[in-house]
Each structure stands twice: as structure tokens, then as C-alpha cells.
Antibody, heavy 120, light 111 residues
Framework: EVQLVESGGGLVKPGGSLRLSCAAS????????MNWVRQAPGKGLEWVSS????????YYADSVKGRFTISRDNAKNSLYLQMNSLRVEDTAVYYC?????????????WGQGTLVTVSS | QSVLTQPPSASGTPGQRVTISCSGS????????VNWYQQLPGTAPKLLIY???QRPSGVPDRFSGSKSGTSASLAISGLQSEDEADYYC????????????FGGGTKLTVL
């Protein structure tokens, strides 16, 4: 069974940093692209970043480019999101999501999410 | 403003068939496959349709997807009260440096 478990969310002040982690199990992690997708309270889904299976290809939404860094450790079956220079508008539930197929980046399986609150 | 355009709301009565549209462009839906997700209140999104019209194991065949040109649709037949949820479409977009793009979501109400 595919399992994705996010951690690392919490309350942080504007300008602060946070590192999210996603522990994956139940599939061959190194074969799939991975994504971070967020959802602000009462809003729709917003793609944040994607990383290819090997980590060679990385993509970011314009809203986080230069502030967030996605990475993965295939030996540890883990995905990360380093978030710096956080803004109030980054407040959201952050979901880790596996590519739907080994050849398709778009999200398939999703974790339960971790809440990030940016507030003074 | 979402890259993919969905109606904000849809509704139907139990047993009815409803469709939700998703409009994009040549750089996303026109070139790449479409996924559909169901999000029940307070829960994570769940994959309903991938590769335009494929259902993951466990998804009832009441849910079906289609794609034509730069638009896609999700159809739900035999509507049930538990289908009341938010529905999102998504696709890869080849423009600029590449991105996953989502629709703004459609709130389905079962009357």
C-alpha cells in the first residue's frame, strides 16, 4: 500500500524558515517523480514544486522560486521541502504527492498533509 | 486565476448524471494527459481519473473521464450523496520551464 507521511509543519514568523519532510513507503520511491502541492485555508490546490525520480530535473512555481528548495534522498525514501523567507501568504496545508505513473509527473497518490502557518 | 478553467459549482439529484468541464490550452491539456481528483471536506485529494480516462483500482465505474482537444470532462453517473465534494483537474504544462497546473475546483452539491 502506498503511504506518504508529511511532517515538519508548524507556526513560524514571517521571514522565517521551515523544512518539510515526506516519508514514502509501499512503492519503489526512486522510480517516481514527486511533488509538493499546497492548499491555503478555504482555497483550491496550488502546485509548489516537482522533482524527477533521480533528482536531476526540478521545477518550481513562480510564487516560491528562489525561496523554496525541493530535494529527495532515494536511499531514505524521503522527500523534502526547505522553505525560506516565508510569507503570510505561504500559510497552507502542504501535501506530498507521488507522480501518478513512473512516466508522469502529475500527482497520483497524496499524503495527509501538514499545516504551515506563517504569522507574527 | 487558475490556468485550467472549471465551473465553480455543479449540482444534481441522486441518480442523475453530472459532468464537470476543464478547459485549458495547447501547452497543457492539448499536449498532456489529464488527472481528476475528489476532495471530501477535511481530507486530502484522492485520484479519481488519470491518463484522461483511466480509473485507479477501487474507483467506481460511475466516474469517467474524457478529453478532446484542449478540454476535458469528468462525468459522474448514478449520483450519490457521498459524491458531494470538491473536484479538481490537473495536467502538466509545457510552457515556460514546466509546471503542474490545476483547475480552480468545482464544488459538487447533491440536492
Amino acid at each position: 500500500e502506498v503511504q506518504l507521511v508529511e511532517s515538519g509543519g508548524g507556526l513560524v514568523k514571517p521571514g522565517g524558515s521551515l523544512r518539510l519532510s515526506c516519508a514514502a513507503s509501499g512503492f519503489t520511491f526512486s522510480s517516481y517523480s514527486m511533488n509538493w502541492v499546497r492548499q491555503a485555508p478555504g482555497k483550491g490546490l496550488e502546485w509548489v514544486s516537482s522533482i524527477s525520480s533521480s533528482g536531476s530535473y526540478i521545477y518550481y512555481a513562480d510564487s516560491v522560486k528562489g525561496r523554496f528548495t525541493i530535494s529527495r534522498d532515494n536511499a531514505k525514501n524521503s522527500l523534502y521541502l526547505q522553505m525560506n523567507s516565508l510569507r503570510v501568504e505561504d500559510t497552507a496545508v502542504y501535501y506530498c504527492a507521488r507522480g501518478v505513473l513512473t512516466t508522469v509527473v502529475t500527482p497520483g497518490y497524496w499524503g495527509q498533509g501538514t499545516l504551515v502557518t506563517v504569522s507574527s | 486565476q487558475s490556468v485550467l478553467t472549471q465551473p465553480p459549482s455543479a449540482s444534481g439529484t441522486p441518480g442523475q448524471r453530472v459532468t464537470i468541464s476543464c478547459s485549458g490550452s495547447s501547452s497543457n491539456i492539448g499536449t498532456n494527459t489529464v488527472n481528476w481528483y475528489q476532495q471530501l471536506p477535511g481530507t486530502a485529494p484522492k485520484l479519481l481519473i488519470y491518463n484522461n480516462n483511466q480509473r485507479p483500482s477501487g474507483v467506481p465505474d460511475r466516474f469517467s473521464g474524457s478529453k478532446s482537444g484542449t478540454s476535458a470532462s469528468l462525468a459522474i453517473s448514478g449520483l450519490q450523496s457521498e459524491d458531494e465534494a470538491d473536484y479538481y483537474c490537473a495536467a502538466w504544462d509545457d510552457s515556460l520551464n514546466g509546471a503542474v497546473v490545476f483547475g480552480g475546483g468545482t464544488k459538487l452539491t447533491v440536492l
